[in-house]
């Protein structure tokens, strides 16, 4: 078994530097590269990544695969050498599914749909992009039926960003937490008064707010030597192999707040991939385990803990210091209330962690209207302003600030809005966990320590790479299934007590 498996160890670890390679370039590409290169820099990654799709699907691995999978029959689930070959196996039989001929339609139409939604976005025009999206979502159908599935068409697409995950399931935990959500979301709106926020904008100094970051991101463990951070238009985190994980940021200089949680929140990504098990480089299982299960991470330092009262017992001081004299006159609580407040809006990225959750609820129910074909796709911004209205108490005005507002469906990506809120979900219930384990986690955080948080979350979550489906990870961490009752006692209690209101 050893040569077969160093053979495709081999193997393997090419394709993971083809796929590493192109992950460099799409970083240049979203920080430093020159505009007039895109097109240039389109065909360096097309052909890296088809390099590395060639490899994967080669008849040699499919062998390799079939030969060490009743070699490591006997093996324990858990171990190294049964999980490398099941967790290969899964992501090389999705790939294989999908004809070349199919993998480059959809190439073609989500450069041609991205470009198009652009210009319907800038013109909030949304008759611009309807012939897109209605290739986009034929071709998501052909995509589903390709990977199979055995209930719903969804669950194909869903499968592909949380491996395993239903979408019956998905509706399940959406319906009890907007049951949950959607009585306090009203009853925070007729408290709007409760929280003044105003003192959040004004002129807050770029470097100094680019340096309050770094230092802050250091201290919750993100490790500099294995990492950087540059400015970017749109925030992201990307990771070349736990040894070069690299956070992105935006900055505005007329308001800290948003460059300030965008970096701990990309920070509690790279975090996670930092943490993933250098024994499992250059394999598929130097992965996460799910999308949903990295923004549970992103998250969990975002909001769980950076928008604590705790978490700004120890770094208020330091941000008043910073921005002197701008918070004079600023209590601690003024100042953890505004960091707090919830307003319904448009825009799901500026939502707040209390309403961001209805804003999912609408993309996923749309989702799978538009891929059963339940509804005709230019009557979307009608069915989009309707279940805005329904789910949040507000009417966009218009369709950038409506249907139009997310770049996902433009880039194919149906399916990927659920692991956001099932992230929210999972902050709660492994941060409930980890105090119920490690007690003084919360008292450490008003020290400005988190080795014991991060030490839990490395040691449960972190080490283990894709070892396991998101699934399997909850209920070795937390002895049951993904659950919405975390979150809701969460934002139940807090929220409830800056808003005064019980629900
Ligand atoms: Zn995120």
Known sequence: MNDKLEELKT???????????AAILSWDQQTYMPPGATEARAAQLTTLRKLAHERLV??????????LASDTADLDRDSYEASLVRVTRRVRDRQVKLPTDLVARLSRAQ?????????ARAASDFSIFLPHLEELVDLARETAEALGYEERMYDALLDRFEPEMKTSQVEALFAELKAGLVPLVQAIAERQDAVDDSFLTGEFDVDRQWELGLEIVKKMGYDLNHGRQDRTAHPFTISFTPADVRITTRLYPDQFKPALFA????????????GISRALDRTPLSNSASLAVHESQSRMWENVVGRSRG?????????????????????????YRAINRVRPSYIRVEADEVTY????FLRFEIENLMLEGKVRLADLPELWNAKMVEFL??????????VLQDVHWSSGLLGYFPTYALGNLLSAQFYQQAVSEVPEIPVEIERGEYGSLLGWMRDKIHTRGATDTPAELVQRIT?????????????????????GVAV
Request: charge should be negative; charged fraction near 25%; avoid cysteine.
């Open 357 to 360: 959750n209805l804003h999912i």
């Open 58 to 67: 080669a008849d040699e691995v499919g062998r390799l695969l079939d030969e």
């Open 111 to 119: 450069a041609l749909g991205r470009h198009a939604w652009e210009k």
């Open 311 to 335: 978490f700004w017992t120890y770094w208020l001081p330091r941000l008043r210091q910073t921005f002197a004299p701008r918070l004079d006159g600023v209590s601690d609580e003024a100042f």
């Open 263 to 274: 970096t701990i929140h990309e920070a509690g990504h790279a975090l996670y991939e930092q």
């Open 393 to 402: 108490g507000v009417r966009p005005p218009d369709d950038s600030l409506g």
């Open 479 to 499: 002895g049951g299934p993904m659950r919405t009752e975390p979150f809701l006692r969460y934002v139940r209690q807090k929220y409830g007590e800056i808003y």
């Open 11 to 21: 193997r393997l670890g090419e394709i993971a530097d083809l796929t590493n390679a």
